[in-house]
């Protein structure tokens, strides 16, 4: 098969008066780009809503915790009713402490570990089938039955890099395709019982804020996804990947400013040679006192057109979008985008078995 199979999501979208993503000091996230202040939004804030998205969407995924002994523990309670917790415990703990990843005396992992359900229903079997536990065998089992968000974003394991799984796929930052400049919401609170004739705030502050329209951007490895899981299930989860990448987004200030919109632009291309994040088209910020998304789609267009002069012809490129569009295939809508990578991609990768 050929190694590399990769798909690139891009999308625009624009936000209005909000806080998705903090910093240290409770102020939206910036970058600096292109000699202007951006808004940004970090890979991290984005990849957690989209794994929330997951369970919402009821996709299999995994926890990201610290108290994996606990989930062993109650597995092998729930598979075997003789089991006392304190017994149950004693023996998860021991199967992580085996594969090198350290519990502390709360029965805690040293760091948050991704461990799919998969992983804990076999581990759980496998201590109930054996009275002595083969290091290799279980870390064979936490090494398989990944689900999709551990194979799509990976996993470290600093106790035992062995344990570690290569994510097939990246998520940038999102950065607004324009200079931002920073607001502030003076806001004050009634007491709705105070005294009559009192006409003071029981309490003030103020929350920085900002309005953007952002470019966003996440590539998949196909091969490393199929690596991870197996082509079915891969090319199904790259599916659902780009349905819930498009239409999450981060909660910060959520109840505040209420500011969940959808994408005004998504293209998804498939390519054969090297993912390419198109962030370019918009080192020069786009300047406009009429309005930011349209001016970013043709702008991200016009990058897509270019960066074709460096590298090879997508074998397919399909964009949705709110404006007239100039690459590639249209869609309809969302799931007919869906379904067009999806019908394109599975091709592909048969091509390339029969071909092996």
């Given at each position: 098969m050929?190694?590399?199979?990769?798909?690139?999501?891009?999308?625009?979208?624009?936000?209005?008066?909000?806080?998705?993503?903090?910093?240290?000091?409770?102020?939206?996230?910036?970058?600096?780009y292109g000699g202007v202040t951006r808004a940004r939004v970090s890979s991290q804030s984005w990849k957690h809503v989209v794994r929330h998205t997951f369970k919402d969407d009821h996709v299999i995924s995994s926890s990201?915790?610290?108290k994996a002994v606990q989930l062993l523990g109650d597995e092998l309670c729930k598979r075997d009713?003789?089991?006392?917790?304190?017994?149950?415990?004693?023996?998860?703990?021991?199967?992580?402490k085996l594969v090198g990843i350290k519990v502390d005396k709360n029965n805690e992992t040293?760091?948050?570990?991704?461990?799919?359900?998969g992983q804990l229903e076999k581990i759980a079997q496998y201590v109930l089938d054996n009275e002595e536990l083969d290091k290799k065998e279980i870390k064979q089992v936490l090494k398989g039955d990944q689900s999709l968000d551990l194979a799509l974003f990976g996993r470290m394991v600093a106790d035992n890099p062995e344990l570690n799984v290569d994510a097939a796929s990246q998520v940038a930052h999102a950065i607004s395709t324009h200079e931002?400049?920073?607001e502030y919401d003076y806001f004050t609170a009634l007491d709705d019982e105070q005294d009559e004739g009192n006409s003071g705030a029981a309490m003030l502050g103020?929350?920085?804020?900002?309005?953007?329209?952002?470019?966003?951007?996440?590539?998949?490895?196909?091969?490393?996804l199929i690596h991870n899981l197996n082509k079915e299930d891969a090319i199904t989860g790259i599916s659902e990947f780009i349905k819930d990448f498009a239409l999450s987004m981060p909660t910060g200030k959520q109840n505040t400013f209420a500011n969940k919109t959808i994408p005004s632009y998504v293209m998804v291309t498939i390519r054969q040679d090297t993912p390419?994040?198109?962030?370019?088209?918009?080192?020069?910020?786009v300047v406009s006192n009429n309005g930011y998304v349209e001016k970013s789609v043709k702008q991200l267009e016009n990058e897509y057109n270019q960066t074709l002069e460096f590298v090879d012809q997508p074998l397919l490129t399909v964009a949705l979008s709110k404006y007239d569009t100039e690459v590639g295939k249209t869609a309809a809508n969302l799931s007919d985008l869906l379904e067009q990578v999806t019908t394109e991609l599975t091709k592909v990768v048969e091509d390339e078995n029969t071909n092996d």
């Open positions: 050929n190694n590399n199979l990769y798909i690139d999501i891009n999308i625009i979208q624009t936000v209005p008066s909000s806080n998705l993503n903090r910093d240290d000091t409770g102020a939206p996230k910036t970058a600096l990201r915790t610290k009713d003789s089991l006392d917790e304190e017994a149950a415990l004693t023996k998860a703990k021991e199967v992580f040293g760091a948050l570990l991704l461990i799919s359900r931002i400049i920073p103020t929350i920085e804020f900002n309005s953007a329209t952002l470019y966003r951007y996440a590539n998949v490895n196909v091969n490393e390419v994040n198109l962030v370019s088209a918009f080192e020069k910020p």
